[in-house]
């Protein structure tokens, strides 16, 4: 299994700014995305993080609000741009590299004022 | 189009009862079904996963799920709960080696156990 770390753990932000979150899997693996879990709700995929090229995003989540890096095999990054109170949610990383399971990390709490 | 549906929102029981948390979903093939459960603060953490064969898979901690495809079922048992087990459970359903849009949550079941 992989190991998977987010930072920060949680942040509470100001309406208008971007908060950009980090995922570091302890090793390669093939596909990362990013879910959304608002308060009291299921998860929803935000995108699949491409590793050299743009990420895919899920129907109702556009690129200039969630843009998404992975430079590399074991990072990727998630920002919030343009916050809003709506946007307040869990935000969690997760990875797959062909074991037919994901892996998911602890999540990064964000509360916007 | 694929889902998931937990009927139980929450649902509480006593330490030392037996537990068991219902998910059907539908699903155009033979799906890949998935228990997580995500503890207060926490990320999801996988308890068990249904790909083939034997119907009645063994996760961590003590749980246990059947598949039932004449009932497109996935229902999550244990038979004694601990006060650890309070968590929010997912059950999920997905297709081999596809994580994108066919991967699917069910909305969670909250389990608060009584001491």
């Known amino acids: 299994s992989a190991v998977i770390s987010q930072k920060p753990s949680r942040d509470i932000c100001q309406r208008g700014t971007s908060l950009t979150i980090q995922c570091q899997v302890d090793?390669?693996?093939?596909?990362m995305f990013w879910y959304r879990q608002q308060p009291g709700q299921s998860l929803t995929l935000i995108a699949t993080a491409n590793q050299g090229s743009e990420a895919t995003y899920e129907s109702g989540f556009v690129i200039d609000k969630f843009p998404i890096s992975r430079p590399n095999l074991t990072f990727s990054t998630l920002t919030v741009s343009n916050m809003s109170p709506e946007d307040s949610s869990i935000y969690l990383c997760?990875?797959?590299?062909?074991?037919?399971?994901?892996?998911f990390g602890p999540g990064t709490r964000l509360t916007v004022l | 189009a694929q889902s998931v549906t937990q009927p139980d929102i929450h649902i509480t029981v006593s330490e030392g009862a037996s537990l068991e948390l219902r998910c059907n979903y539908s699903y155009g093939a033979t799906p890949y079904l998935f228990w997580y459960v995500q503890s207060p603060g926490q990320g999801l953490q996988l308890l068990l996963k249904?790909?083939?064969?034997?119907?009645l898979v063994q996760g961590i901690k003590g749980f246990e799920a059947e598949f039932k495809r004449s009932q497109s079922s996935f229902n999550l048992r244990k038979p004694s709960v601990h006060w650890s087990d309070a968590a929010e459970y997912f059950c999920?359903?997905?297709?081999?080696?596809?994580?994108?849009?066919?991967?699917?949550f069910g909305p969670g079941t909250r389990l608060s156990v009584l001491p």
């Open positions: 997760s990875v797959a590299s062909g074991s037919d399971e994901q892996f």
């Open positions: 999920a359903v997905g297709a081999p080696l596809d994580y994108g849009q066919n991967f699917v």
């Open positions: 249904y790909f083939s064969g034997d119907t």
């Open positions: 090793s390669q693996v093939t596909m």
